[in-house]
């Protein structure tokens, strides 16, 4: 009786340090592997480079844009941004955006797009946040320089 008490608990704790181990590797998991890695990634900028194109707001500051550049670079910083296997080999977000005097509204507008192209991409709410909380602190590297 002893002895099948004796097993039942190795039983019942391998289960559980099973369990562990599980969550353990789904908290270790980065965001960018939580959102679907590179083809989401790309979806995510196209979707969001098309919401800057059509808006009113804010297009006029990528008038003399290469859109192509635009677009590899800002995948490899969102990568880099979301914990992912990319370096972002740019300048810095304070000397790339220098003398544009892009205002608090429209950075606002552009996040507003971005998380437009985040919910047109089907990213659920809790990843939209994580991904917002990467974003928001580069603010003031960007707006009124
Ligand atoms: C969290 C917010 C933002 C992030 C993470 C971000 C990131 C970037 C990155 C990575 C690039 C460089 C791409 C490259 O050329 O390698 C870039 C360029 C650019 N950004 Fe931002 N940006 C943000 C907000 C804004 C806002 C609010 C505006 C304007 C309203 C803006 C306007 C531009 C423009 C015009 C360029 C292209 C510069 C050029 O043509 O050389 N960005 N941004």
Known sequence: MNQRIF????IITSIMSCSVQK???ETQQ????AIGGAPQVEKIVD???INIANDPQVIGYFTHTNVDYFRQGFIQHFC?????PCTFEGDSMQDIHTGMYITEGDFNRVVELLIKALEQ??????????ILNKLAPLRDDIIKI
């Open 47 to 49: 979707a969001f480079i």
């Open 23 to 25: 969550q353990t590797t």
């Open 30 to 33: 980065t965001l960018y592997q």
């Open 80 to 84: 880099q941004a979301l914990s992912g």
């Open 7 to 10: 097993f039942l608990i190795i």
């Open 121 to 130: 991409t089907k990213v659920s709410y809790p990843l939209q946040n994580k």
